[in-house]
């Protein structure tokens, strides 16, 4: 017999089985906006209920936080993640998640891991209330170590185009909300990495200060806060919305603000997860772990002077959690200050 694809390294039988296996779910998953399945050389979404649609996109990846995944050899959180990082983005315009796509590329496909990742990328696009519309998974021996990967995706809205939130409508007074993260998120693990390593930080060790072991902790997904999102504009006039991911606070409140205006947000406002001291211990300085990591915000939202603690209050009776951070104020270049 002459030399096959799998003498070379690549099992296409495996990765078809195992989205075989998770189809049914998958039908579970998508709605009748879904034409066709999972399989075809592309995916078709029927655009309906809109009158003056604006697609709006955004791609991202799970970055070095999968070092943490291959560490502890647990991949269950990590897809979630990654349609995290995606759908969060899209939803600060306002738009509403239709459809996401993931691309997973590996040495050697393995069996269980391969299954734990798209479980998990088929639970973030339930928690993002949008289709798995398809995906991608290139087995290339050589390119990776064995037991590694990488993971990609990108999501897709829409939004009517005189709903679009772009942060224009901000004004001198209007106050900052945010939403509480579930940890870390997916930004700053190669700072995470650093410390462990120059801290002699076992991930397998329970810490009881975190209530758990370090590297369960770490691997803690990415909130999706689609919910949240659709929750908080029955409630509230938003003016803007922010995902605090890589830069922190800091970095990205202003590209939500209109020229001429800044925030203050006040150190205080909103509880710190203790993960955040437990890394920075003596070796980071506040104004670094700002400008690197969300700090337990994951999310910010502007709206009107004097309506921030009625907003608060609505949410807290939803069961969702939100707090009065700071005020937009007047500022040349749109600094964002942490006092």
């Not at 495996?14 to 066709?36: C, F, H, W, Y």
């Amino acid at each position: 017999m002459g030399i096959t694809y799998q003498d070379a390294g690549v099992s296409i039988d495996l990765a078809d089985s195992t989205i075989e296996r998770l189809q049914e779910r998958m039908k579970g998953l998508n709605g009748p906006e879904v034409l066709g399945g999972i399989g075809g050389f592309a995916g078709l979404y029927h655009l309906m209920g809109f009158k003056d649609p604006v697609l709006v996109s955004g791609t991202d990846g799970v970055g070095t936080k999968l070092k943490i995944a291959f560490a502890m050899d647990e991949h269950d959180t990590v897809g979630i993640d990654l349609v995290a990082m995606c759908v969060n983005d899209v939803v600060v315009t306002g738009a509403k998640p239709l459809f996401f796509l993931d691309y997973l590329a590996t040495g050697k496909l393995q069996a269980g891991q391969f299954h734990s990742i798209l479980e998990g990328i088929l639970e973030g696009c339930r928690q993002g209330r949008m289709a798995l519309l398809g995906g991608e998974t290139a087995e290339m021996p050589g390119m990776y170590p064995p037991g590694e990967y990488d993971l990609a995706g990108f999501s897709v809205g829409c939004v009517e185009r005189d709903g679009i939130l772009d942060g224009r409508h901000v004004q001198v007074g209007d106050e900052v909300l945010g939403l509480p993260s579930s940890g870390v998120h997916s930004n700053g693990f190669s700072l995470v990495r650093k410390l462990v390593d120059v801290r002699g930080l076992d991930l397998h060790a329970h810490v009881p200060e975190l209530g758990g072991v370090l590297g369960h902790v770490l691997l803690t997904p990415t909130r999706i806060y689609v919910p949240q999102v659709e929750l908080l504009r029955t409630v509230a006039d938003v003016r803007a919305l922010a995902h605090i991911t890589g830069a922190g606070i800091p970095g990205n409140l202003p590209r939500v603000l209109p020229e001429g205006c800044g925030a203050v947000v006040h150190l205080g406002s909103w509880p710190i997860p203790p993960i955040f001291p437990y890394l920075a211990g003596d070796r980071v300085e506040q104004d670094e772990m700002f400008k690197t990591f969300n700090m337990g915000l994951g999310f910010l939202a502007v709206v009107p002077k004097g309506h921030g603690a009625a907003v608060v209050k609505a949410l807290a009776e939803a069961n969702e959690p939100a707090y009065l951070v700071g005020e937009v104020v007047a500022h040349p270049t749109r600094e964002v200050r942490v006092v």
